[in-house]
């Protein structure tokens, strides 16, 4: 593609992309109901980071493996009963596998983005215990980049 081509499609408010290689993130994913605005504490943080306590009075109260799951794209009020009146935070996790091939590509160069189509609201986005970023912009489309640093083995 020609940059004037590509320019003109800029003019004109889109950019077609298709050649790039994407993968779908829809299905069911861990979630957990903050009713008490317990991930707002920094100590929280350690449950992004996958850890588990050491000993008993170590600050990790969340075991993202047992969190609910629920079916994403979707909304939490519809899915279960418990969750319909709920208004709040809620937090999804999800394990992610990149491959060799995709980790090859990073270390040459290509860059990749965890896309999110919309949230309600406000987003705080984790990758392999690391903050990528977050949002407060109800329904749009966020993208967040992910280096080679923070794609484990």
Known sequence: MSSKKVNECCDAGYLQLNDRASRLLDG????????????GLK??????????PEEEDRAIEYD?????????PGD??????????FEGFGWYA????ISAV?????LRGQRLFLRLDGVNYAVDVWWNGQ????????????????????VQD
Not at 43 to 52: A, I
Not at 76 to 85: D, R
């Open 28 to 39: 069911e994913w861990g979630f957990f109901a903050d009713n008490m605005g317990a991930f």
């Open 43 to 52: 100590r929280s943080r350690n449950v992004f980071e996958g850890l588990k």
């Open 64 to 72: 993202i493996d047992g969190f609910d799951r629920i079916s994403v």
């Open 76 to 85: 939490w009020n519809t899915q279960k009963e418990e969750f319909l009146l």
């Open 94 to 97: 999800r394990k992610l596998t």
């Open 102 to 106: 995709e980790k090859e590509a990073l």
């Open 131 to 150: 903050q990528i970023g977050s949002a407060e912009l109800p329904f749009l489309p966020l993208s967040f980049e992910i280096d080679s640093e923070q």
